[in-house]
């Protein structure tokens, strides 16, 4: 059964360096999602991204946030600076449909010292 | 806005009791989807269902079972005869359809669920 894939599973960085976290969405899916958990609390939406654009993003998705397709298949976030508070497991996800069941990967969880 | 809340943030029961989970929604759109994801101790989201709000008919699969009301805004979570194995952090979450280019989901605050042997 096809599945979303990320890497890496975990990432520590120091405050103030980018990170870059890798996701292969379903290989038919045409939306893709990136979302956030920080430890314990609720999945929060940072950005949808469909035919090569951003199509809606949140408050918590601002400059310091970018997303890319390089290529067919990979999606991309990039944190250009990070913060300690951007410490979090970073989910991705794609659909197949707009409003179609978002299929989510395995997390990166992501800790900046 | 769309909100989801989710008011039991920790349930405890012992294997084969039944348990359900609440989760209650608001939107102002009149077509929108719900969801259900369990989050296990691993930490991946693994789907479990979606029903879009035109269809309230209840769902029932294996052990799982679903009650959604739309005259109480309510999509509830049912455990039937619960095992170990069902211990997790369980979320709602809802996709309204007013914006078209690709819908974001907002998930309620989850439920642990743990299930004594």
């Known amino acids: 059964e096809p599945e979303v894939t990320q890497t890496p599973s975990h990432q520590v960085t120091q405050m103030g360096q980018e990170v870059i976290l890798r996701c292969v969405p379903i290989?038919?899916?045409?939306?893709f999602y990136w979302y956030r958990q920080i430890l314990g609390q609720k999945v929060e939406f940072l950005v949808s991204?469909?035919?090569?654009?951003?199509?809606?993003k949140s408050e918590i998705f601002d400059d310091q946030f970018s997303v890319e397709r390089p290529d067919g298949s990979n999606f991309t976030l990039k944190i250009r600076s990070t913060k300690l508070e951007d410490s979090a497991m970073y989910f991705c996800?794609?659909?197949?449909?707009?409003?179609?069941?978002?299929?989510f990967g395995p997390g990166t969880r992501l800790l900046v010292l | 806005a769309q909100k989801v809340t989710q008011a039991q943030t920790e349930i405890s029961v012992v294997e084969k009791e039944d348990v359900t989970l609440d989760c209650v929604y608001e939107?102002?759109?009149?077509?929108?989807?719900l969801f259900w994801y369990k989050q296990p101790p691993s930490g991946e989201l693994v789907f479990l269902i979606r029903r879009n709000s035109f269809d309230e008919q209840n769902e029932i699969s294996g052990r799982y079972s679903w009650n959604f009301q739309k005259s109480t805004s309510s999509f509830n979570f049912t455990i039937t005869a619960s095992q170990v194995v069902d211990s997790a952090v369980y979320f709602c979450a809802l996709s309204e359809t007013s914006n078209n280019a690709g819908n974001m989901l907002t998930f309620g605050g989850g439920t642990r669920l743990m299930v004594k042997p």
């Open positions: 290989s038919n899916h045409l939306y």
């Open positions: 991204f469909y035919n090569n654009e951003i199509s809606e």
């Open positions: 939107t102002r759109d009149t077509t929108y989807y």
């Open positions: 996800a794609s659909s197949p449909l707009t409003s179609g069941t978002q299929y």
